[in-house]
């Protein structure tokens, strides 16, 4: 705490001034009156109390040193103050130990990573699903083929179609084999196009795609058609024997499968 009682600098500056003054002229008075030499007498006190002085500012800041570097707490017998209420209010802030608390931040990255695990087995679950509905399109695909193209297809030339289509349903149009219907009941284009529309709306396959694919496929049947004309009117109406099957949404199974008797079904497995 600073001290309230101060000091002018021009009155500490009058008293040491006056003090000299007054030390001289005593001096002088009893020299010349007296034959007493003040200094004689007054500078061993001078010299003694400046040594004590000294002494003094050393033993301070000998002890001074001593009690901080050792950390040493004297009180002398005075009671310890009470913390200020800013440090308790400071305190009372802290954050408790449940927040801080080490066991509890693992336990919430467990959960998190529970979490996390259940979404793994849930995408993992979807693709399942997803690879399980595309092996059963399909596998509905192959039977309706099958149903449709035995009257005009020959064994060999059936099977090459079914590998066609395991490469259609694939992308990879490089791998196509062409084949012919039989001459005795050869396929007609508009059948053709209402094949691939129907086979091609189950697999979710572009139009132009369809058009390459039975293009490519059937060249000797469709000679005369180019990929683009085949590929804007795969759904022509027309006499065929091969109908459009246009399924309902989300289905995929053939409408001329379910009609047909189960004789004719047994016969394709």
Known sequence: ??????????????????????????????????????????????????????????????????????????????????????????????????????????????????YMDNYEVRV?????????????IKRVIHEYTTFVMTEFLSKENLEILHENIEYFAHGRPDLYKPIRSVLDN?????????FV????????????????????IFPHELKDASIKYLAKNLRTKGICKIALDIPKTGDYHFKCMKNAPESDLDSTN
Not at 15 to 43: F, Q
Not at 199 to 207: A, C, D, H, P, Y
């Open 186 to 194: 050869p396929l007609r284009s508009i059948d053709l196009m209402h």
């Open 124 to 136: 993992a679950e979807i693709e399942r699903k997803k690879a399980e509905r595309q092996a059963d």
């Open 1 to 114: 705490m600073t001290n309230s009682i101060k000091i002018s600098p021009q009155r500490t500056s009058f008293i040491l001034s006056a003090s000299v003054i007054l030390y001289w002229a005593t001096d002088s008075y009893l020299y010349l009156n007296c034959h007493i030499d003040l200094m004689e007498y007054s500078t061993p006190i001078i010299l003694y109390i400046t040594a004590m002085i000294l002494a003094c500012g050393v033993l301070k800041h000998f002890f001074f040193r001593f009690i901080t570097k050792n950390e040493l707490s004297l009180s002398f017998g005075k009671q310890v103050r009470p913390l200020p209420e800013q440090i308790k209010e400071i305190e009372l802030e802290c954050p408790n130990d449940k927040e801080i608390n080490p066991v509890n931040l693992v336990a919430e990255s467990v959960v998190k990573q529970d």
């Open 197 to 216: 529309w129907n086979i091609g709306e189950r697999l979710n396959i572009s139009l132009i795609d369809r058009a390459t694919f039975i293009h490519t």
